[in-house]
């Protein structure tokens, strides 16, 4: 499955943003899918998690309770809504699909090319 991320920005500390990631040349529902940020001179982080049905969700403390990962298999596509975004939220976001959910990069064997959110305080 190919990947492609979009819906970045620049927003104001306290904005909402809604990423979202299309699958193509095989149907997402098959991955779990995950999204992760590499903000600059920083490792890639693990930032949430969705199973295939999307029954069972998973995120970083840092993003817990502003953050919401979903999925509409029928439209081949994972969403990120950002709410209460922050500086330190500021990052290049990625999804990822793969055939188990984890907070590791290696559980995903498909990754998409990223989208920059930018936070300004």
């Known amino acids: 499955v190919q990947l492609q991320a979009s819906g970045g920005g620049l927003v104001q500390a306290g904005d909402s943003l809604r990423l979202s990631c299309r699958g193509s040349?095989?149907?997402?529902?098959?991955?779990?899918v995950g999204w992760f940020r590499q903000a600059p001179g920083k490792e890639r982080e693990f930032v949430a998690t969705?199973?295939?049905?999307?029954?069972?969700?998973s995120y970083a403390d840092s993003v817990k309770g502003r953050f919401t990962i979903s999925r509409n298999n029928a439209q081949n596509t994972a969403y990120l809504q950002m709410n209460s975004l922050k500086p330190e939220d500021t990052a290049v976001y990625y999804c990822?699909?793969?055939?188990?959910?984890?907070?590791?990069?290696?559980?995903?064997?498909?990754w998409g090319q990223g989208t920059l959110v930018t936070v300004s305080s």
């Open positions: 990822a699909g793969g055939w188990v959910t984890g907070t590791g990069s290696g559980s995903y064997a498909h």
């Open positions: 040349g095989r149907t997402l529902s098959y991955y779990a």
């Open positions: 969705i199973t295939p049905s999307g029954e069972r969700t």
